[in-house]
């Protein structure tokens, strides 16, 4: 099975920028569609960014502040977050499927454990 363990977060001030990253194992990895998810306390889990071999996707509300990216030579995923806002505040999971591109957290079979994003006003 594909494991998942996601590293980068921490304390920002709104107006900051994070990198988050989730490195992968298990499965060839430029064969995964690669997912980012974050819930606060309380909130469903939100989708927020996915990317695939040829197509990325992305919430309305990060367009133009996050950046989703992979490195198939090194089997990680990345998210650039900038101009974070309190709103952002969550932890954010990375989430892996053997399918087609998709916006669903129940469609993706492999989840990681989590990093937690704080950002301060």
């Known amino acids: 099975q594909v494991q998942l363990v996601e590293s980068g977060g921490g304390l920002v001030q709104a107006g900051g920028s994070l990198r988050l990253s989730c490195a992968a194992s298990?499965?060839?990895?430029?064969?995964?569609?690669m997912g980012w998810f974050r819930q606060a306390p309380g909130k469903e889990r939100q989708f927020v960014a996915a990317?695939?071999?040829?197509?990325?996707s992305y919430l309305d509300s990060v367009k133009g502040r996050f950046t989703i990216s992979r490195d198939n030579a090194k089997n990680t995923v990345y998210l650039q977050m900038n101009s974070l806002k309190p709103e952002d505040t969550a932890v954010y999971y990375c989430a892996a499927d053997l399918g087609r591109l998709t916006t669903t957290p129940h469609e993706y079979d492999y989840w990681g454990q989590g990093t937690q994003v704080t950002v301060s006003s």
């Open positions: 990317i695939s071999w040829n197509s990325i």
């Open positions: 298990g499965r060839t990895f430029s064969r995964l569609v």
